[in-house]
């Protein structure tokens, strides 16, 4: 995720920008978008209250924000269960439905990392889950307890998680060596 | 249908002023976020969906709920006065008070449980108890969504856990908070040091609603913030080994005041006293400043007489909410602050030469 070029926040535009045959690739947040977009030049497309031929140009203005807003669609993915897109959601800071964590996916990683330095669940599972997952988020959890621990160099932790991991990887093995066997 | 009459005058568990560190720790919380399978979170989801959510869980939630509690609510159809009530009480949020469409909450015995249905998740569930006691709470949580997930399915998949609206919440979809009364820390400006430490720990400290909101009483409540990739245990433990240090710089605090400007101390909390046992109009802000030095007196036994549980309740129910429904009739900013002074001197007994009632 790029950020404002203008401040700390997110950018969610990514206007180009042509002079002379020259492209310049400016990266905005919806705030500054609206600053840059109101004071630069951009085929006088912005309806200026003043203006007399008001009407022409907000219509103008509305193709543009149409068209816009279908190129966006076709960058940002969308979420085929509840139909909002990605930056639909980094504008509301809300995602539309369950699906939306599978349909974005590969853009959430890097903000569930920032958010919780971790990517993977190990707490609470409902009833059904199957033993294969319960047996990973299990592992997960205690490669980061043993990674903790030796950060704070309680060592002694340390050796017991490594032991229990390494218990749990033999099992693991024998058991999917004897399931190949047979 | 809810009887406010009771519950006006009646208040919560978490209140009573007991349980571990009672001192300091006023309450322990904890809360799950969950939603449906197959229907999009509240705050995408129309009228219908939302009925539709409501109808699916409205059933479950009553069930959970044990014998003896006030029940489920559907919150849409109130008030906003009572919905206003519902918020001060800590029973709702503010956003579950103030979105749209068919919702309801469910509500345990004595306050102690609350499971809102249609706020930003399809379900947040809640346990408040008072004292240090977030292990109980966990129990006690835990079971319901346990009983909850044999009669529904809940969003969920392998990789992110339990899904919820808001991805700070994904995971374990698990809050866990400690409100704690820090009046010396406060007093001293000590408090900055604490939200210095807790945020580098990654622990979020707030006011006493939450969220945003102001920090009225000197009343802190510090939460965790990741919800996903630790279990519930290791969030607990989290938040839980952070709270004696603080406990014992407030507490430190506490005593070097008493010590070093014993006088001064001893005269802010009985002009405090004084002034909530005899003003004929007060503001909320003012009686939470005030009620705080008179909490912090009390536990160092410079006012007697006075419990502990009555200060708690008098911080809830002298918000303007509460008041309204004393009186039975809305009131006017001016009206509430007479009525905000006349409760206090009722509660606290009137001071000495007062003439009238």
């Known amino acids: 995720m790029k950020k404002c070029m203008r401040c700390p926040k997110p950018a969610t535009l990514h206007i180009t920008e042509i002079h002379d045959a020259k492209a310049q690739v400016v990266h905005l947040c919806e705030t500054c978008a609206q600053k840059y977009l109101s004071t630069v030049e951009v085929g006088g497309l912005l309806s200026d209250p003043d203006d007399e031929d008001e009407t022409a140009d907000e219509l103008t203005a509305e193709s543009e924000a149409l068209q816009a807003e279908e190129e966006e669609m076709a960058v940002s993915p969308v979420c085929p269960s509840c139909g909002i897109s990605f930056k639909q959601f980094r504008s509301v800071g809300r995602l539309g439905c369950p699906q939306c964590y599978t349909a974005f996916h590969d853009d959430l990683i890097p903000l569930l990392e920032s958010i919780h330095q971790e990517v993977q669940h190990v707490g609470k599972c ?13 592992m997960v959890r205690l490669r980061n307890e043993l990674k903790a621990a030796v950060e704070q160099e309680r060592y002694e932790e340390a050796a017991r998680l490594r032991d229990e991991i390494q218990s749990i990887e033999a099992t693991a093995a024998a058991t999917d060596s004897s399931e190949s066997t047979s | 249908m809810l009887d406010f009459d009771a519950l006006t005058h009646s208040s919560g568990e978490w209140l009573r002023g007991i349980g571990p560190e009672s001192d300091v720790v006023v309450s322990s919380r904890v809360r799950l976020a969950r939603n449906l399978d197959r229907f999009p979170f509240p705050p995408q989801a129309s009228e219908a969906v939302k009925g539709d959510v409501e109808a699916v869980l409205r059933g479950p939630v009553a069930e959970v709920l044990p014998a003896g509690s006030p029940g489920y609510v559907r919150i849409d159809p109130l008030e906003s006065l009572q919905r206003q009530f519902l918020v001060e009480r800590q029973i709702i949020s503010r956003e579950h008070s103030e979105s749209k469409g068919p919702r309801g909450t469910g509500i345990g015995p004595q306050e102690s449980i609350s499971l809102m249905v249609n706020e930003e998740d399809h379900l947040r569930m809640q346990v408040l108890r008072s004292g240090m006691a977030l292990e109980e709470c966990w129990q006690e949580i835990s079971q319901m969504d346990d009983r909850l997930q044999q009669q529904v399915k809940f969003a969920f998949n392998s990789e992110f856990g339990y899904l919820t609206s808001c991805p700070t919440n994904v995971g374990t979809g698990m809050r866990v908070s400690v409100m704690l009364h820090l009046p010396a820390l406060v007093m001293t400006k000590e408090i900055q040091k604490v939200f210095q430490s807790m945020h580098k720990m990654g622990l979020a400290v707030r006011g006493l609603y939450g969220e945003g909101s102001q920090a009225m009483g000197d009343f802190y409540q510090v939460s965790n913030q990741s ?66 030095s008179v909490r912090l007196g009390i536990n160092l036994g410079l006012i007697e007489g006075i419990e502990i549980p009555t200060i708690n309740e008098l911080f809830i129910h002298t918000q303007p909410a509460h008041l309204q429904m004393l009186s039975r009739t809305p009131l006017e900013s001016s009206d509430r602050n007479a009525k905000r002074a006349s409760y206090i001197r009722q509660r606290l007994g009137a001071g000495e030469g007062d003439a009238d009632e």
Do not use: C, F, W
């Open chain 1, 126 to 138: 409902p009833p059904e889950t199957s033993d294969s997952v319960l047996r990973h988020h299990e």
């Open chain 2, 227 to 292: 919800t996903l990739g630790r279990s519930e245990p290791r969030i607990i433990e989290e938040v839980r080994e952070v709270i004696p240090d603080i406990l014992e710089y407030e507490r430190r605090t506490r005593r070097e005041m008493v010590q070093q400007n014993s006088d001064k101390l001893h005269d802010k909390v009985s002009r405090a006293i004084g002034i909530l046992r005899n003003a004929r109009t007060i503001t909320s802000e003012e009686t939470m400043h005030l009620l705080s």
